[in-house]
Every structure is written in structure tokens, then in C-alpha cells.
């Protein structure tokens, strides 16, 4: 026993003893700390200047009026994903907005119905009543490639997406019929699939054998090559004097088109459709080097606010837009935004019988428009009996674009790939942009969110600075503790 107690009163056991006691008590501190923080909720904890991990005012206001249930299904997410967040929070708002989180392997059924082929593919669905909305991952991000930063913008998607599947308007969209135009069931199945999933219904529009329904606010006319009626001239002139809107895409053709009555309604805006092809000559506004792909400028309007500054869009074998004076415009009662052009050093060719890739003397070398709203003031003038009675402006927009193939199924070949022609870029977004600003319909909210990276590049002191913070102090103060030692154990 005495012995015991001769060892216990020995400094470096004593020392021992003391610091594995205090080690254990900082374990022990660590997990009940983490245990405490497992039981209480702290998702609403954002110190992000950008606030990403939390859900905006603006939405919040919004999603407290929803009154219909809704399901959000994340299909091949986890609860560790940082957009599960945000759905807790859309449910702490409203407890009508319900979610859950699955995998596609563990659905069969919802893997059938929406396509989706194994669990690496993530897709949100968003659901109420019959209608619904799908969010694929690339729909939540976009990047400004003037910084190359990721723009999140999961939050507007999904707070547009419950505000449409719940909204109790479901507007259509027309397809004109009758004059050889590109097909929704055959050309342009993708784009017409995309419209559908803003929650919009499609439909065939022929005005040899119905009338322009009296709720249409969208008619959509692609690439006719032949010429209208009459009567349709009569419809469509009616239409827009009511404040109808139209998408006009006009691909160019080797022979001018003769269709007297279609320009008929161009004229009306001060526009038509040049024959010929633009072609570029700057490698930046191309691609594959190829002078009929081109990647025209974009401008901001609210058609493009998503894509001025970050986006691209392809158009192959485009067309070029002639539009009227400023004299003839402001006889129209018109305004022009021409948010499409190509660079200066693109030239317009008529002459197919050219191979050159390079302009020739009968080519035309300047900047030219490919893409323009023509807004049409009908509160005025003898186009709007109803213009003195009214308060507000009315107005007809015709969005015109020099080319349709941009959202067609046609396809590029990329190595060994095909791509489809609408989905390449922006092409899609375009072309729905102009859809929901035609029908008001624009999202509600914009929401983006940065995540930064910063490129931290020193300079030769800084550098030099941080190296010795790393190596040089941490050895010094090794070397200083060895001396130290051998100091006192020289001493004792």
C-alpha cells in the first residue's frame, strides 16, 4: 500500500492522470454538445451574406396565400441536400405544401412516368390537383460567364413552380395551322413539351375552320410557306386590333417566298422577313467554325434579363429582320426593341450558288437584326373604338425572330453526339421567355443567389509570408521546445 501511494505522489503520473481526465472531459463536452445540436432546429441558420440557405421574404409572403394542397417530390435527392432545406421551409410557411424525398429505384411507378432511368438523375416534381411542373437540376442553376460564378436560382423555380401548378388560370397556346408551318407533333414536339411543362395548355389553331378563340393571348406562327387567306388576313387583323399577341419565326428560304397576305400582318408592325441568310465572319459568334451557327448578341429586354449578360443562343441558317423607319414606326403608333443582332463583320447572302465561308462582293457586311419585339399602341387612332373610354394602354406585340430552326428537333452533330438544336444553350429559354411575356406571365419572383469563388493569387512576399506561417514559425517553435528540454534536463 505504501508503495501505491508513492507512485500516485509522483509528479509526471499525477500529470498524466490529470490531462487524460481533462482529455475525457473535453470528449465528453464535444458529444453532448453534438447531441444537444441534433435535438434542436437550426436549418433557419444562415450567416451567408448572399443568404442562400434560406428562404426569402418574397417567397414566403406568397407561399402563405396558397390555399391548395401541393406535393413536391424529390426524386433521387437526400435530406443532406441543401434544396431539401428550402422544402422544410416552404412547409414551415404552409402547411399545405408537403414533401418527400425518394429514390426513382424505389418508385417504379414514378420512374415510368416521368422517364427517369436510374437514381444518379435528380428531378423535383412539383404537384397539385392534375396539374404539375418538373424541375430537372439544370433548371436551378445558371452561371454569369462574365465571372463564372453559379448563379442558384432553385428558389425562383420552385416558388413559380407551386405558384403555377396552383394558379386557377391555365392559359393555351396556339400554333397557326393550314400554310406548311414546322408542326407540334412532329418539328417542334421538344419546344411544344417544354410550354406544356410551364403549365400552359398547346393547341392546333387553323382559321379556315374556327375562329381565334376569344381567351387567346398567344398565337405562335412557324415558318409558313404558303400564303394566307383572305379571311384569315381579316381574323388575324381583329385579332391584334383586340390586343393579341403573336411569335412569328420565319426560317429564310433559297427562293423568296411570295406571300403578299402574311406581310400583310407584318405591315402592321413595320417588319418583314429578309430571304437571304446572314452569316458570320467573327470566330467568337460561331461554332465548330461554322458561319451558319451562329451566336448572336444579346441585349436586355425582359424577354432576355436571364440571358443578357450570361447566356448564348444558336441560330442556324437565320434569317435577318427588315423593319421599317422611325418615320413609318411612329405612323404605326410601333416601338421596336431589337435584343437579337450579329456582329459587324457578318455579311447577308442571296447568292446560294457561293460556297465561300468568307464574304464575296454580292455579300453585304454589316450588323444585322435577328430577334425584336414590336410593341403596337392600339389606345389610340382609329384602331381602338374603345380608346377613349379606356385607362389603360392597350397594346399588341408581335416577337419576331429570324429564324425557327433554333427551337425545332433538329440536330447538330457534336464528335459522335446529336444534339437537338432547342435544347443547345438557351434556345428553349428563349423562346418560353417570349411565351410568358406575351401571356404576362413572367415569373412573379426573381431570385438568384451567388456562390462565390474567389482566386486568391499572392504575391511574391504574401507568399512568402504564408510559407513561413506554415513551415518556418511551426519549426522554429520544435527547435525552441528541443532546446529547452535539453536546457533543464542539463540543469537537474
Known amino acids: 500500500m505504501k508503495k501505491i501511494i508513492e507512485v500516485i505522489k509522483k509528479k509526471w503520473l499525477r500529470d498524466t492522470v490529470l490531462t487524460t481526465l481533462l482529455v475525457a472531459i473535453l470528449v465528453l463536452a464535444f458529444i453532448a454538445l453534438n447531441m444537444w445540436v441534433a435535438t434542436i432546429e437550426i436549418s433557419n441558420w444562415d450567416f ?121 388560370e391555365k392559359p393555351t397556346i396556339y400554333f397557326l395551322t393550314g400554310h406548311n408551318e414546322y408542326s407540334i ?21 387553323n382559321l379556315m375552320a374556327m375562329d381565334i378563340p376569344e381567351d387567346c393571348q398567344t398565337i405562335i406562327i412557324a415558318t409558313p410557306i404558303l400564303d394566307f387567306y383572305d379571311t384569315e388576313v381579316e381574323k388575324l387583323t381583329n385579332y391584334i386590333n383586340r390586343g393579341g399577341n403573336i411569335i412569328w419565326m420565319q426560317d429564310p428560304s433559297i427562293n423568296e417566298l411570295e406571300l403578299p397576305n402574311a406581310q400583310k400582318i407584318l405591315d402592321l ?53 427588315n423593319i421599317e423607319s422611325s418615320e413609318k414606326l411612329e405612323e404605326l403608333n410601333v416601338t421596336v426593341d431589337e435584343f437579337l443582332t450579329t456582329s459587324e463583320t457578318a455579311f447577308y447572302r442571296t447568292d446560294f450558288t457561293i460556297t465561300s465561308a468568307r464574304a464575296q462582293g454580292s455579300d453585304e457586311v454589316g450588323t444585322y437584326t435577328v430577334g425584336a419585339t414590336f410593341t403596337k399602341d392600339l389606345s ?46 438557351n434556345n428553349k429559354d428563349l423562346l418560353l421567355n417570349s411565351v410568358a411575356y406575351s401571356e404576362e406571365k413572367e415569373d412573379q419572383i426573381r431570385i438568384r443567389k451567388n456562390y462565390e469563388s474567389v482566386t486568391y493569387t499572392p504575391t511574391e512576399f504574401q507568399n512568402n509570408v504564408v510559407l513561413a506561417i506554415i513551415f518556418i514559425i511551426p519549426l522554429v517553435i520544435v527547435i525552441a521546445g528541443i532546446i529547452i528540454w535539453q536546457v533543464r534536463r542539463r540543469k537537474k
Open 269 to 321: 408592325y413595320g417588319v418583314s422577313f429578309a430571304s437571304g441568310m446572314v452569316m458570320e465572319q467573327d470566330a467568337n459568334r460561331m461554332i465548330m467554325e461554322n458561319p451558319q451557327l451562329i451566336l448572336p448578341n444579346i441585349s436586355y429586354t425582359t424577354i432576355t434579363e436571364d440571358l443578357s449578360s450570361s447566356g448564348l443562343v444558336l441560330f442556324a441558317s437565320s434569317g435577318k429582320l
Open 185 to 205: 407533333s412532329s418539328e417542334m414536339m421538344t419546344i411544344a413539351a417544354y410550354i406544356q411543362n410551364e403549365v400552359m395548355e398547346i393547341a392546333d389553331l
Open 380 to 425: 389610340s387612332g382609329e384602331e381602338s373604338e374603345d380608346a377613349e373610354n379606356s385607362e389603360e394602354t392597350k397594346t399588341s406585340k408581335l416577337i419576331a425572330f429570324a429564324n425557327n430552326l433554333f427551337v425545332t428537333d433538329a440536330q447538330i452533330t457534336s464528335g459522335s453526339q446529336y444534339i437537338t438544336i432547342a435544347t443547345v444553350y
Open 48 to 168: 451567408t451574406k448572399e443568404q442562400i440557405y434560406t428562404l426569402s421574404d418574397e417567397s414566403k409572403n406568397l407561399m402563405k396565400d396558397i390555399e391548395k394542397d401541393v406535393s413536391i417530390y424529390f426524386v433521387n435527392y437526400t435530406d443532406d441536400d441543401l434544396v431539401i432545406n428550402l422544402a422544410k421551409q416552404y412547409h414551415e410557411t404552409n402547411e399545405k405544401i408537403q414533401f418527400e424525398t425518394m429514390l426513382a429505384s424505389e418508385r417504379a411507378d414514378i420512374a415510368q412516368t416521368y422517364g427517369i432511368e436510374d437514381d444518379a438523375t435528380q428531378v423535383i416534381i412539383v404537384r397539385s390537383g392534375e396539374r404539375e411542373k418538373i424541375l430537372t437540376y439544370y433548371d436551378l442553376y445558371t452561371y454569369d460567364t462574365t465571372s463564372w460564378n453559379t448563379i442558384d436560382i432553385s428558389e425562383q423555380k420552385i416558388t413559380n413552380a407551386v405558384l403555377d401548378v396552383t394558379s386557377d
